[in-house]
């Protein structure tokens, strides 16, 4: 397991330069061929936005749970990154069946594959989150002096992803349903997590289960810092939840990456 970790480490960091450029490439692709290119990347989380906000608060007439701030801004501070983490939790897992083409042709680390894809999504999270600073400097809704904390929560969501990614490519490659199966899932944590609703009012039992949702951590992380003013201390027993069970992710996804590696090229 350690030298599986050992390897993964290595590659990143002595082709890091690369990585970044592939990242940026990524995400600049994505647009390629549009009118609007870059700006897409405040449109996109823009539309969403508006969609999400006319169907709870509009037509479900659904309130911010606590404070002052209205739904709209509650909402966006916590589906953006919502839509980083499911996104990424996606095209993370078909990361290197995707870019097999390249990999036939080109020489590439196969760790920096995956992690190349979590940083390109972690580019275009930056700037959604422009966008909700935006609206809540429009809506003249006041940000917590806490919001130094914010680099913290997206950290920690970007070395949660990184295990991911390294974890569920390998299983994509090997097991193609997988990836079926990981769209139902992510449907699934959509509705449990606090993202378009709150879970306070829910029994404490039911809340004590839905806590174990390690991403439930950092969308409350995110409200906590930009908007209620909660310290990282007042969390600090979630916080050790979620490390553990991203640290243990990413030892597990690194082992399995190293595992079924040699087989990448011939199942894809």
């Given amino acids: 397991m ?3 970790i050992k390897t993964v480490i290595l590659e990143c960091w002595s082709n890091r330069q690369r990585l970044l450029r592939l990242a940026n490439y990524e995400l600049k692709a ?4 549009t009118v609007f290119g870059f700006l897409w990347n405040f449109f996109n ?3 969403q936005i508006l ?10 007439q659904v309130h911010a749970p606590k404070g002052e701030y209205p739904y709209l801004i509650w909402m966006i501070v916590g589906i953006i990154p919502w839509f980083y983490i499911s996104a990424t939790l996606q095209t993370s897992a078909m990361s290197i069946y995707s870019y097999s083409g ?3 042709r080109v020489y590439l680390p196969l760790s920096i594959v995956p992690i190349k894809t979590v940083f390109s999504g972690f580019i275009g999270h930056i700037w959604s989150m422009l966008v909700v600073f935006a609206v809540m400097f429009i809506c003249n809704a006041p940000i917590n002096p806490l919001v130094y904390q914010l680099p913290y929560y997206m950290f920690a969501i970007v070395f949660f992803l990184i295990g991911w990614g390294l974890f569920a490519s390998a299983i994509t490659v090997v097991f193609k349903d997988f990836q079926k199966i990981l769209s139902a899932l992510i449907r699934f944590l959509f509705y449990i997590s ?4 709150s879970q306070e009012n829910l029994p404490d039992d039911l809340q004590k289960i839905l806590s174990y949702n390690p991403f439930s951590y950092v969308l409350q992380g995110y409200r906590n810092c930009m908007l209620y003013g909660c310290s990282l201390t007042e969390t600090r027993q979630d916080g050790v939840y979620f490390w553990i069970v991203s640290i243990l992710l990413f030892l597990f996804g690194a082992s399995i990456h190293m595992k079924f590696r040699k087989k990448f090229m011939d199942l894809i």
């Fill in 30 to 33: 994505q647009n390629n061929g």
């Fill in 194 to 197: 606090p993202i378009v609703w």
């Fill in 102 to 104: 390249v990999l036939k």
């Fill in 45 to 47: 989380p823009a539309l």
């Fill in 51 to 60: 969609v999400y906000w006319f169907v709870f608060s509009i037509g479900l």
């Fill in 2 to 4: 350690f030298s599986a």
